[in-house]
């Protein structure tokens, strides 16, 4: 009776939008209980779990993405009001926001730079083709944005969905290791450098360390990618002027 009511939830699921609606909820909750039990071990981050877990389900059950994203779409919506929602624990950091603009700032530009050039010179002596290089660059701004930029310079947008998606799984992987190695204790520290470097998904492991590590990283997330818009076509065009036929 059991395997019966659940063939007839799964047929009628397999040909409705709500099947990406509910298969992502349900693998997030899964995922993040996996998460919690292990001690929020990194390796478990939820956002990571739940890609795997999804990615996993779309090929035994043989659907498509588009049919899955008929109901995921619904959560996609949810990306642009959660940004937004960012500026509430950003707005209770304020006093101190004010007391370091400056080397806020400082760090944003050249967290930006070093970024990009540091990506593409391993890019380059690894003799990655120019348009590799290209895509490279804006790998470290939230998805929408880095693509726009790809295309722009003249790198290929899908390979820098890409490459931003696994700079953010490695930055939600090792950031807050790293920040133990190097023995900083500062949260706004943390969180500038996790949202310049690991935007969205690093600044999702932000929030689970404490609200002002995530306070800073969505700032710093959104003020990169700003910054990274602003600047990287320049640089861009230079490192062609300096370096002729490097990167065509």
Known sequence: MVETDLAQIWVYLHTSPLLGLTVTLLTYGVAHRLYVWAGNNPLLNPVITTIGMLIVFLLLTDTSYEEYFEGGQ?????????????????????????????????????????????????????????????????????????????EEIGGLPSL?????????????????????????????????????????????RAFQVSPMMGAFSGLAMALSAFATAVLLPGMIDLVRAVFPGLLS
């Open 74 to 150: 619904f959560i996609h919506f949810l990306l642009g009001p959660a940004t937004v929602a960012l500026a509430v624990p950003l707005y209770e950091q304020l006093p101190r926001l004010r007391a370091v603009w400056i080397p806020v700032l400082v760090a944003l530009v050249a967290g930006v730079l070093v970024g990009a050039l540091s990506s593409m010179a391993i890019a380059w002596v690894f003799g990655a083709s120019p348009e590799t290089i290209l895509s490279l660059a804006p790998k470290s701004v939230t998805a929408p944005v880095a693509m726009g930029i790809s």
């Open 160 to 204: 820098t969905a890409v490459l931003v998606v696994v700079t953010g799984i490695i930055g939600a992987l090792l950031g807050t290791k790293l920040f133990e190695w190097l023995r900083i204790d500062d949260d706004g520290v943390k969180g500038i450098a996790m949202g310049v470097s690991a935007h969205g998904i690093g600044t999702a």
